[in-house]
C-alpha cells in the first residue's frame, strides 16, 4: 500500500506501475537470470530428449514392427507433438518480452506522418511486433486514420500483423526449417507493405465510414507503461500462458490429421492437384483458403504433410497465406469502419498478392 | 465510482469482464460496472486496443487481460487516488 500511495502523489496522473520493487532489485534480477538459464537448460534437454524417446516408445515399448503405417504414423506423432509444443513455447516467450517494448500506441507514434514506401515498410516491420489481435482492428484502424497514419500504411500494418505471427513462424520453422520460415516472413512482408502501398495510391479514403471522422481522438490518453525486466518476463510468460493454452489442441489436432495423412496416404497422390503443373492450383487455394479461419497451429502440420504426398510448396504457402493472412471474421469486424469497395479492393489486392507469390515460388523452386 | 469494460464482445473483452465482476465481488466495493460494447462509444476514450478497463472515466489499462491481482492493484489505486483529491 505505501508503494501505491507514493506513485499517486509523485505520479502527475500517471498510473501506479503494478508493484515496483525497488528494493534488493540486482539480487532479484539475478535470481530472474539464474532461473531463465536453468529453464532454458531444461528446454534444450527435453528438446534433445524427444526423437529418441518417440523411438523408443513406438518401436520397444509397444513394439510396433518397423516400417509398418501405424508405426510410421505414431512415431510421427510423438516426435511433432511435443517439438512443435517445445518450440512454441520458447518463441512466443521471446516474441512476448520483444512485444513488451512495443505497444500499439508507440507504433502509432512511430509511423503518424510517416509518408508512404519508408511508412509502409516501417508499418509491415512493426506490424510483426506489435502485439494485436483481430478484435482490436477497429480501434487500432480508427487510431491510426485519426492521427494522420496514411491510410495505405495502416492497411500495411493491418495485413503484416495477422498474417506473419509467431505461431505460423514457429511452426514452419519446426516443420520445414528455418529457410521456409525465413521465405515466408519475407514474403508476407513484401505482400503487406505492396498491397498497402497500392491501396493509399488508390485514394480510397471515401470509403471509410463517414462516424470514424466524427470522432474526436484526444492526445494518447492510454497509460504508458515502464515495465521492470521482472515485469518483461512477467509479460513474456503471460503471452505463452495466453497463446500456447489456446493453441496446443489445435497443433495436436493438426499433427494427428498430418501423422494419418503421413502413414496412410499413397506418396504422389497431392502431386495430381496440388502438384507444380496444376496451373490453376493456386487461384484455387488461395479462394479456398480466404473463407477459412484457423489459426496457423492448426493448418501448418496438414500442409506439412500434403506436401510429403506431392503439393507443390508455392501451392502450399498460398493456402497457408490465404487462410491465416484474410479471413472472414476480420472482414466482418471491419466493415464497421470500411464501405464495401473499399473492403473489396483490400481483399482483392492481398489475394492477387498471395496468388502471383505462390505461381512464383512454384516456378522457381 | 464507474468502472467501464469497453470491448466488442471478443473472447479477451468477455474474459475481463469477468476477472472485474469477481474482483468487485470479493472485495466487497461499492462500483457499477458497466460493458460498453458499442464501437463509437468505445472510441470516445480513444484506446487503440480492445479490451480497455475505465475507473472513473480515466483508461487505466488497454490492449490486455489482467490478471485478479493486477485488476485489484487497479481499482484499489484508484480509491486512493480519489481519497487524496
Redesign the interface.
Known amino acids: 500500500?505505501i508503494g501505491?500511495?507514493e506513485?499517486?502523489?509523485c505520479g502527475c496522473g500517471t498510473?501506479?506501475p503494478?508493484?515496483p520493487d525497488y528494493t534488493g532489485k540486482s539480487k532479484s534480477q539475478k535470481r530472474l537470470i539464474l532461473l531463465l538459464g536453468v529453464g532454458l537448460a531444461l528446454w534444450v534437454a527435453i528438446y534433445l530428449l524427444i526423437g529418441p524417446l518417440a523411438d523408443y516408445i513406438t518401436y520397444s515399448l509397444i513394439q510396433l514392427p518397423a516400417g509398418s503405417q501405424l508405426a510410421s504414423s505414431i512415431a510421427f506423432f510423438l516426435y511433432e507433438a511435443p517439438k512443435v509444443i517445445l518450440l512454441l513455447i520458447l518463441i512466443v516467450f521471446g516474441v512476448g518480452i520483444i512485444r513488451s517494448y512495443f505497444?500499439?500506441?508507440k507504433t502509432?507514434q512511430l509511423l503518424s506522418g510517416k509518408r508512404e514506401y519508408v511508412g509502409n515498410i516501417m508499418a509491415g516491420g512493426l506490424g510483426i511486433v506489435t502485439?494485436?489481435?483481430s478484435?482490436?482492428a477497429?480501434?487500432?484502424f480508427?487510431?491510426?486514420v485519426e492521427t494522420g497514419v496514411p491510410l495505405g500504411v495502416t492497411f500495411t500494418f493491418l495485413i503484416a500483423a495477422p498474417m506473419i505471427n509467431e505461431v505460423a513462424v514457429v511452426l514452419l520453422l519446426g516443420t520445414f526449417g528455418w529457410q521456409i520460415a525465413l521465405l515466408y516472413i519475407v514474403t508476407g512482408l513484401f505482400i503487406a507493405i505492396t498491397a498497402g502501398w497500392i491501396i493509399g495510391r488508390l485514394k480510397l479514403e471515401r470509403h471509410i465510414e463517414s462516424?470514424v471522422y466524427e470522432?474526436k481522438?484526444?492526445?494518447?490518453?492510454?497509460?504508458a507503461e515502464h515495465l521492470s525486466f521482472a515485469g518483461r518476463i512477467n509479460y513474456g510468460l503471460?503471452a505463452v500462458r495466453?497463446i500456447v493454452g489456446k493453441v496446443w489442441p489445435y497443433v495436436l489436432a493438426g499433427i494427428a490429421v498430418g501423422a494419418v495423412i503421413h502413414g496412410y496416404v499413397p506418396e504422389g497422390l497431392m502431386a495430381s492437384f496440388m502438384g507444380k503443373n496444376v496451373w490453376w492450383a493456386v487461384p484455387a487455394a488461395v479462394l479456398l483458403g480466404i473463407p477459412m479461419y484457423s489459426n496457423a497451429a492448426g493448418i501448418v502440420p496438414i500442409m506439412q504433410a500434403l506436401m510429403e504426398k506431392g503439393a507443390a510448396l508455392g501451392t502450399t504457402l498460398a493456402f497457408m497465406m490465404a487462410v491465416i493472412g484474410l479471413s472472414l471474421p476480420e472482414t466482418i469486424?471491419l466493415r464497421?469502419v470500411l464501405k464495401w469497395p473499399l473492403i473489396g479492393v483490400f481483399i482483392g489486392v492481398v489475394a492477387i498478392g498471395i496468388i502471383l507469390i505462390g505461381y512464383l515460388f512454384n516456378a522457381v523452386l | 465510482m464507474i468502472i467501464k469494460v469497453l470491448g466488442p464482445g471478443c473472447a479477451r473483452c468477455q474474459n475481463l469482464e469477468k476477472v472485474v465482476r469477481e474482483v468487485v465481488r470479493s472485495l466487497k466495493l461499492d462500483v457499477r460496472v458497466e460493458d460498453v460494447r458499442d464501437m463509437k462509444q468505445i472510441m470516445q476514450y480513444s484506446i487503440l486496443a480492445t479490451p480497455a478497463l475505465v475507473i472513473d472515466e480515466k483508461v487505466v489499462m488497454s490492449g490486455k487481460v489482467p490478471t485478479k491481482k493486477e485488476v485489484e492493484q487497479l481499482i484499489t489505486g484508484a480509491i486512493a487516488d480519489d481519497k487524496q483529491e
Do not use: H, Q, Y
Request: hydrophobic residues 40%; glycine residues 6%.
Open positions: 500500500m501505491k500511495t506513485a499517486g502523489s498510473p501506479a503494478a508493484a505497444t500499439p500506441e502509432r502485439p494485436f489481435c478484435c482490436s477497429v480501434p487500432l480508427i487510431g491510426f462516424w470522432i481522438i484526444a492526445d494518447s490518453t492510454s497509460p503471460n495466453e469486424i464497421k
